[in-house]
């Protein structure tokens, strides 16, 4: 099937900037769809960040001008640069992709999930 794993979490301080990366791997034909979800202590998972292949983007309110979502399908990867970083944006980082893989007879949906990775903001 299709393996997501994300890269680019960790510690820095309020103000500063990382960038994630998600590259997925495995029998793809096709993705459709990639985002960034975050789950904070205690809260529910939510949305980030999300790019279809043709480039449709949408962001979460508190994330727009900070963050920016970007892809390359050559590469099946997808990016997250985060700027102006705030002590609130403390999460697991997670990586979605919804697409098509391919099997020996056939073509099948896939929704895959990374594993996360860890941000820290500290004020």
């Known amino acids: 099937q299709v393996q997501l794993v994300e890269s680019g979490g960790g510690l820095v301080q309020a103000g500063g900037s990382l960038r994630l990366s998600c590259a997925a791997s495995?029998?793809?034909?096709?993705?459709?769809?990639m985002g960034w979800y975050r789950q904070a202590p205690g809260k529910q998972r939510e949305l980030v960040a999300t790019?279809?292949?043709?480039?449709?983007?949408n962001y979460e309110d508190s994330v727009k001008g900070r963050f920016t979502i970007s892809r390359d399908n050559a590469k099946n990867t997808v990016y997250l640069q985060m700027n102006s970083l705030k002590p609130e944006d403390t999460a697991v980082y997670y990586c979605?992709?919804?697409?098509?893989?391919?099997?020996?007879?056939?073509?099948?949906?896939?929704?895959?999930w990374g594993q996360g990775t860890m941000v820290t903001v500290s004020s």
């Open positions: 979605n992709a919804e697409g098509l893989y391919s099997t020996i007879y056939s073509r099948r949906s896939f929704t895959s």
């Open positions: 495995g029998n793809i034909f096709s993705i459709n769809y």
């Open positions: 790019i279809t292949n043709v480039g449709r983007i």
